[in-house]
């Protein structure tokens, strides 16, 4: 199983009940030094996948901002 972890909040974003390198995920195709960086063993059959949930994502530009 898998879970999707906010690496900055550690908010639980949503897991899935298959194995990490299944196609759907695409997990399995990234470069080996991304699966390092964005995929950890937490038990057997388990792995965690840290990305930034919506609330941790960059801010989006916003034209308003230029006027303030
Ligand atoms: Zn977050």
Redesign the pocket.
């Known amino acids: 199983m898998v879970v999707y972890r906010?690496r900055?909040?550690g908010?639980m974003i949503g897991e899935y009940a298959g194995s990490w390198d299944d196609p759907l995920l695409g997990l399995a195709q990234l470069p080996s030094e991304d699966q390092d960086a964005l995929i950890t063993c937490i038990a057997p059959g388990q792995t965690q996948v840290s990305i930034?949930?919506e609330?941790?994502l960059p801010v989006p530009y916003d034209e308003g901002l230029w006027y303030n």
């Open positions: 906010c900055h909040c908010r930034l949930c609330h941790c």
